[in-house]
């Protein structure tokens, strides 16, 4: 039996990972974060002395640098940053490291570890990129401000400093970042459902959530 796939994309701070992990976790699925791909590698960069501003630099480094390493690093903590965030959003527009990323995810996909018979894949490019004959596609979004207002109280529990303004600052130039540049866009994929929750909890979200899966993988 082939492995099921369940593509999870949208923005920052949409709560698509929350929704990933939950649907991961009803069905018995492996899960995987894509998004600490890309931190791992923004943080290597840096700890590396590369200017994330330096896009051949970036390209030169991803060329080097191994898949294991990029695998130890991601239980690290410190991924959990803005500041890690930040550098992945500078280092996911370049192909080389999007290309370095990519068999992994697909591996992760295509045989998930410890035999489970399916996989849900969290990121931008899922859907279009990575697993685009995956059987669920949903592409969980919120309004702007509210992403931005959800980030902000999550620091603010961390007993960051950040105002709102700096954090809804920091989240349109993400955005920005992820959904102009040429390689792998972060937008949904055509016969992907869009799934709202700038109205509705994370509880609600997970519940709409599993209605479309339960639904899509009915039709087998
Ligand atoms: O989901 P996140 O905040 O951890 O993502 C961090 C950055 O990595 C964000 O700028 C988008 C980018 N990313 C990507 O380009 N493709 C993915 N599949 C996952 C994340």
Request: overall charge neutral.
């Amino acid at each position: 039996m082939p492995s099921t796939i369940i593509a999870i994309d949208g923005p920052s701070a949409s709560g698509k990972g929350t929704i990933a992990r939950m649907i991961a976790e009803e069905l018995d699925y492996a899960y995987l974060d894509t998004g600490l791909l890309y931190r791992a590698v923004g943080m290597l960069a840096m700890s590396d002395g590369i200017n994330l501003e330096d896009k051949a630099a970036i390209a030169a480094f991803a060329e080097t640098l191994s898949v294991t390493a990029i695998i130890n690093k991601l239980s690290a903590p410190a991924l959990r940053s803005d500041e890690a965030a930040t550098a992945a959003s500078k280092v996911a527009p370049i192909p080389a490291v999007r290309a370095k990323l990519l068999k992994f995810q697909q591996d992760f996909g295509a045989s998930p570890p410890e035999g489970k018979k399916g996989a849900v894949l969290d990121g931008r490019d899922i859907g279009t990129i990575i697993a685009p004959n995956a059987k669920v596609k949903i592409y969980v979004t919120a309004d702007t401000a509210v992403r931005a207002q959800r980030r902000w109280k999550e620091l603010q529990k961390r007993g960051e400093t950040a105002t709102y303004a700096d954090v809804l600052a920091d989240l349109r130039a993400r955005d920005e970042r992820d959904t102009k540049r040429s390689a792998a866009p972060a937008l949904p994929a055509t016969d992907a459902v869009i799934l709202d929750n700038t109205r509705i909890n994370a509880k609600e979200t997970f519940a709409e959530a599993m209605k479309i899966v339960s639904k899509a993988l009915a039709t087998d």
